[in-house]
């Protein structure tokens, strides 16, 4: 029944981490899912707002992105679809993902937009930390590889292990390593450091060689861990 649809369509959002909204422009109401009210953090959960009070939630430094954005929808320049900062209660600053688009009545008036909101916080901080990783790697002074250790391919290296393997950063997807060690394979590197893998130990180290993007080899000390 109708009830029980609403309730499977608010556990898909939870779930989904996205909500949906409706933004009267006539009467200037905002009509929004559960979801979307806890986004914002607006205090308790507030199914129906104000585009004054949506626009206030917003980082100040981005409010100006987002009403252009709407602007250039309402015009019908293009679909409202922007990323933007919103600021909690608490002061926390949380990334949202909007995409909507407008209804139109006579003559091409815009009667409301439509649209969803997804948080995308998780994402940013991750993107941030993975920044930040990287930046550490590619201030070190040894050369850095950081392998899947499912399949042992390259998924990152940092600037100076990039330099002597005379590849570019944009390189590194599909490397495996038994392409770049000269006597070590998959199975060989896994019969060589398994108490590693078994985490009884920190760390391996052994000699080899690494192999140049020019067919070349270099002597190397390996640390695995």
Request: hydrophobic letters at 40%; aromatic letters at 8%; one cysteine or more.
């Amino acid at each position: 029944d109708l009830k029980k649809s609403q309730q499977r369509l608010q556990q898909s959002q939870v779930f989904s981490n996205i909500g949906n909204w409706e933004w009267d422009i006539d009467t200037d109401r905002i009509i929004w899912s559960e979801q979307v009210s806890k986004m914002f953090d607006l205090g308790d959960i507030q199914r129906e707002t104000s585009f004054g009070r949506f626009i206030g939630v917003i980082k100040l430094c981005d409010r100006g992105r987002v009403t252009a954005a709407i602007d250039a929808c309402l015009k019908g320049d293009k679909d409202y679809d922007i990323e933007h900062r919103v600021v909690w209660l608490d002061g926390s600053v949380h990334w949202l993902h909007e995409k909507g688009n407008v209804v139109r009545g006579e003559a091409g008036r815009p009667v409301c937009m439509l649209g969803i909101a997804q948080d995308t916080t998780q994402r940013h901080q991750t993107e941030n930390l993975n920044a930040r990783i990287g930046r550490i790697l590619d201030s070190a002074f040894d050369e850095i590889y950081l392998f899947d250790v499912a399949n042992l391919e390259l998924v990152q290296a940092n600037s100076r292990a990039l330099k002597n393997l005379g590849v570019a950063k944009s390189e590194i997807g599909g490397i495996r390593l038994e392409s770049l060690f000269a006597d070590i394979n998959h199975t060989a590197f896994r019969q060589m450091a398994p108490e590693s893998y078994k985490k009884k130990q920190d760390e391996v180290l052994f000699e080899s060689s690494l192999k140049r993007k020019d067919g070349s080899f270099y002597p190397v000390e390996v640390w695995v861990q």
